[in-house]
């Protein structure tokens, strides 16, 4: 494979690597984040906290 990108084979496959963590790592921290504000929504919602907007149920 390296033989098909040429001579700069090394830095290719590294970034493609570099770009696969960083976007693995900022879906993790997105869906770690997503879970906490729905702890957090969670217990205003226990301590009586009601949500405001036009839409009452």
């Known amino acids: 494979m390296t033989d098909l990108l040429g001579p700069h084979a090394g830095f290719i496959l ?9 976007l ?5 921290a997105i869906l770690l984040d997503r879970r ?3 702890r957090a929504l969670a217990a205003l919602e226990e301590r009586g906290a009601g ?3 036009g839409a009452s149920s």
Do not use: D, T
């Open 14 to 22: 590294a970034a493609y690597l570099a770009a696969a963590v960083i």
């Open 24 to 28: 693995g790592g900022l879906a993790a």
């Open 36 to 38: 906490a504000q729905k």
């Open 51 to 53: 949500r405001r907007g």
